[in-house]
């Protein structure tokens, strides 16, 4: 095992707090510096087509794409990578984080992008925790489209889905047409 340490990194937001930015900034700094490094986005993710980390601005980038912390190991386990970038790292739930911390202990810096806030307004596991466990964290506000105000929620600017049993569905995938980043003054969760 390498000297080099891992080091976390945990971007972290609601929507529209510029994540996806700021993840894409860090790994073209990575780029030029010669890391060996590999960029990984969810499956569910396809705004822009699978295999692309891209954001709500227009930037992309080529990314290996998964669908579960399994992927996450075969593409970076027992590789030697100097940092491992994840986007929209919630969707991969709570097996993410001794994912994470295997790779850490292998001396790949793991940078995460993900949200910590759910459109309830509720806390969404794992970002969250992984935040606790960071040498450096990056917790993003969006701006209120009621009022201009930082925003640290988002909420469906359409109905939400519920399904037979009466529950809301998970967390969809979306961008400006289903979603709204709104203040804590503004933000009145759905029941
Ligand atoms: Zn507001």
């Given at each position: ?12 937001g ?9 993840l ?5 700094r990575?780029?030029?510096?010669g890391?060996?490094?590999?960029v ?6 396809v ?5 692309i ?5 227009g930037?992309?980038?080529?990314s ?7 992927h ?11 940092l ?6 919630q ?25 910590c806030?759910r459109f ?10 992984l ?13 209120c ?13 359409v ?20 979603y ?12």
């Amino acid at each position: 095992m390498r000297q080099q340490q891992g080091r976390l990194q945990v971007i972290a937001g609601p929507m529209f707090s510029g994540k996806s930015e700021e993840l894409l900034r860090r790994v073209r700094r990575a780029k030029v510096a010669g890391l060996h490094m590999e960029v990984i986005s969810h499956a569910l993710d396809v705004r822009k087509g699978a295999g692309i980390v891209s954001t709500h601005a227009g930037l992309s980038i080529e990314s290996r794409t998964a669908t579960d912390v399994g992927h996450i190991w075969e593409v970076a386990g027992n590789r030697s990578l100097d940092l491992l970038a994840i986007d929209e790292a919630q969707f991969f739930g709570p097996e993410l984080v001794p994912t994470v911390s295997r790779l850490l202990a292998e001396g790949t810096t793991v940078l995460l992008a993900g949200l910590c806030v759910r459109f309830d307004g509720e806390p969404f596991d794992p970002v969250p925790g992984l935040m606790a466990l960071a040498e450096d964290v990056s917790k993003l506000t969006a701006v209120c489209s009621r009022c201009g105000a930082g925003a640290v929620f988002h909420q469906r600017s359409v109905p939400s889905v519920v399904d037979d049993a009466g529950a809301v569905t998970a967390e969809l995938v979306g961008g400006a047409e289903s979603y709204q980043a709104l203040c804590r003054r503004h933000f009145h969760p759905q029941p």
